[in-house]
T-cell receptor, first 114, second 111 residues
């Protein structure tokens, strides 16, 4: 058990809808990262938050947004969903934002767009 | 973007034998590398890491080797067990602790 909790585990919705994925980092970790895993693109970095502030952006679509709350949990919001958004979404956390620290991953949310 | 490549998509190994998984990376500026293991239905699980000032690091039954000259990373698993069957990813850190992952390498342990 990595200590990172993601909910829900599965989400099924339709095109055009909006969903929210939730992540609770490991106790004491201040940094949260979101990744998307699809069959054709592999694991792709989306966005990072550190202590409530956005720190880095990767391949995140404008239809997607995230935030980190004062209690350090994070939410990833996906809107105007398309079939191609079907994927596994992982959250990871680390103690702070410095490199040379392993990120620990949750078990992901599987998003299926019908 | 940043890229990390894996040489072999699937590795079948007899239980008890040693496994070696290879990985090539493109960013010579990276100074931190990680191996993750992903089992079906789970997230990537940290196995071992290595910093660029080292060329070898050992853990429990695992060894990571780093060759910065040719930008090559490998993971050695000793006495492979059925529980080692999984997809293994190499990753390197770039930018602000962002990870770039390889495509993954399936390891199948034959009892």
């Amino acid at each position: 058990d990595s200590g990172v909790t993601q909910t829900p585990k599965h989400l099924i919705t339709a095109t055009g809808q909006r969903v929210t994925l939730r992540c609770s980092p490991r106790s004491g970790d201040l940094s949260v990262y979101w990744y998307q895993q699809s069959l054709d693109q592999g694991l792709q970095f989306l966005i990072q938050y550190y202590n409530g502030e956005e720190r880095a952006k990767g391949n995140i679509l404008e239809r997607f947004s995230a935030q980190q709350f004062p209690d350090l949990h994070s939410e990833l919001n996906l809107s105007s969903l398309e079939l191609g958004d079907s994927a596994l979404y992982f959250c990871a956390s680390s103690a702070d934002t410095f490199s040379n620290q392993p990120q620990h991953f949750g078990d992901g949310t599987r998003l299926s767009i019908l | 973007g940043e890229s990390v490549g894996l040489h072999l998509p699937t590795l079948s190994v007899q239980e008890g034998d040693n496994s070696i998984i290879n990985c090539a990376y493109s960013n010579s500026a990276s100074d931190y590398f990680i191996w993750y293991k992903q089992e079906s239905g789970k997230g990537p699980q940290f196995i071992i890491d290595i910093r660029s000032n080292m060329d070898k690091r050992q853990g429990q039954r695992v060894t990571v080797l780093l060759n910065k000259t040719v930008k090559h990373l490998s993971l050695q698993i000793a006495a492979t067990q059925p529980g080692d069957s999984a997809v293994y990813f190499c990753a390197f850190v770039y930018g602000n602790n962002r990870l770039a992952f390889g495509k993954g390498n399936q390891v199948v342990v034959i009892p």
